[in-house]
């Protein structure tokens, strides 16, 4: 069972930048293709980025494309996103799980706690 534990998420003002993590437990981290995905109050859990196994492969929801970046550390068993030029829409709570393809919207495993972010106008 693939356990995930998200973090990094704060309070941070309009244009502001965070770097958020997920440390994945289990033997074979690099043989997972992971994803990021968010969830805004009162809205559905949306796909946010998806890697490949040796991080040569990124996808991107399209309204996030340029300002989010996803990378991987297989050594550390880590995701990471970057956010840059963060908006008030941003504000959600973002998980990581691993998915089937780099594109997929589909979560594999069961969603770990997530981390919040909160961008404040």
């Known amino acids: 069972q693939v356990q995930l534990v998200e973090s990094g998420g704060k309070l941070v003002q309009t244009g502001g930048s965070l770097r958020l993590s997920c440390v994945v437990s289990g033997r074979t981290f690099s043989a997972y293709i992971m994803g990021w995905f968010r969830q805004a109050p009162g809205k559905e859990r949306e796909f946010v980025a998806g890697i490949n196994q040796n991080g040569f492969r990124t996808y991107y929801a399209d309204s996030l494309k340029g300002r989010f970046t996803i990378s991987r550390d297989n050594a550390k068993s880590t995701v990471y996103l970057q956010m840059n030029s963060l908006k008030p829409e941003d504000t959600a709570v973002y998980y990581c799980?691993?998915?089937?393809?780099?594109?997929?919207?589909?979560?594999?495993?069961?969603w770990g706690q997530g981390t919040l972010v909160t961008v404040s106008s």
């Open positions: 799980n691993r998915i089937p393809v780099v594109g997929s919207p589909r979560a594999l495993d069961a």
